[in-house]
């Protein structure tokens, strides 16, 4: 078993990484305020399908690569590292977009095509395997026991914690548009701190030493 405080640190990442713009939430957040919260919460049980696809496929194959390749922990803390330095960046970049600015244009899908393009956004997002792969490692360590035991771990708890913010912000959609509308400033101290946390992660994760 993981030891609570690295489980802990755990949650904290995936939390921070979870309310980082990417594809899922701008997908949640463009179906609850163009179709209704009914939608978003359809649209959610499909990414979160996806994530679990993605845990059992990742899962068994960190099992095989890190027992196969002497320096397979190196290189996935590089491509971790380098992979929340560039979040960072994203969030911060000159011109980048507010996610709650969606078109109301959008089309209105049925709920098994919401399911249906939830999961597939997810499964076929590369950044989704490569989180899983780079970040996995750095909790994982064989004194705690099966390899495969401790990444189906990981998983739920990423799961869970996806599913309990993408839930808020589905509910909360509509509402936070307006505020970020009527407050811009607020959107600049989001990125900012975002980008400042993602930051102190890649840190960590570049310092952190094999056990």
């Not at 713009?21 to 979160?48: C, D, E, F, H, W």
């Not at 190196?74 to 590292?81: A, S």
Request: charge should be positive; aromatic fraction near 14%; glycine fraction near 6%.
């Amino acid at each position: 078993m993981i030891p609570i405080h690295e489980l802990l640190f755990f949650i904290l990442a995936a939390f921070i990484l979870v309310i980082s713009p990417g594809p899922n939430m701008i997908y949640l957040i463009s179906r609850t305020i163009t179709q209704g919260r009914k939608a978003g919460l359809t649209s959610l049980g499909g990414v979160i399908c996806g994530f679990l696809f993605h845990i059992v496929m990742v899962s068994f194959g960190l099992t095989a690569v890190l027992f196969a390749v002497p320096y397979a922990y190196i290189v996935l803390k590089t491509l971790g590292t380098l992979y929340l330095l560039y979040l960072a960046y994203q969030a911060v970049k000159p011109n980048s977009k507010n996610i709650f600015e969606v078109d109301r244009n959008i089309t209105t899908d049925r709920p098994g095509k919401l399911f249906t393009i939830g999961f597939l956004t997810n499964v076929l997002n590369p950044k989704v395997a490569v989180f899983y792969l780079s970040f996995f490692p750095q909790f994982i360590k064989p004194q705690y026991g099966s390899v495969l035991t401790q990444s189906l771990e990981l998983g739920v708890i990423q799961v869970l914690v996806s599913f309990s913010i993408n839930f808020i912000i589905v509910l909360t959609a509509a509402k936070a548009a307006r505020f970020f509308a009527q407050n811009p400033t607020w959107i600049k101290v989001q990125k900012w701190f975002m980008a400042s946390v993602l930051t102190f992660l890649a840190v960590k994760m570049a310092l952190s030493k094999v056990k």
